[in-house]
Nanobody
Framework: QVQLVESGGGLVQAGGSLRLSCAAS????????MGWFRQAPGKEREFVAN??????????TDSVKGRFIISISRNSAQNTVYLQMNSLKPEDTAVYYC?????????????????WGQGTQVTVSS
């Protein structure tokens, strides 16, 4: 059974930092791309960043370029996808979701991702 479990969300002041983690288990993800999405109240879920399971080929939405960094840690005990978020802004406030897609080339489409975590709330105060 595939499990993606996010953690690390919370309340932070504008300009602050948070690191989100996504623990991935239950299958091999070696032929997949991992992504982070977010959904603010009343808005559609939107792409934030993604990375190949091998650790290369990262992509970011324009609004987070230069502030967010996606990375992967792979070992026998635990596989984890991280999203380091710096210089946070109130408009970054959302529920953040980890997801996996079988597409090796980058995709920003929610429908292309077939595994999702439960989400973690990030709130940035002004």
């Amino acid at each position: 059974q595939v499990q993606l479990v996010e953690s690390g969300g919370g309340l932070v002041q504008a300009g602050g930092s948070l690191r989100l983690s996504c623990a991935a288990s239950g299958r091999t993800f070696s032929n997949r791309r991992m992504g982070w999405f977010r959904q603010a109240p009343g808005k559609e879920r939107e792409f934030v960043a993604n990375i190949r399971w091998s650790g290369g080929s990262t992509y970011y939405t324009d609004s987070v370029k230069g502030r967010f960094i996606i990375s992967i840690s792979r070992n026998s005990a635990q596989n984890t996808v991280y999203l380091q978020m710096n210089s946070l802004k109130p408009e970054d406030t959302a529920v953040y979701y980890c997801a996996a897609t079988p597409k090796l080339w980058t995709t920003f489409n929610v429908g292309d991702y077939d595994y999702w975590g439960q989400g973690t709330q990030v709130t940035v105060s002004s």
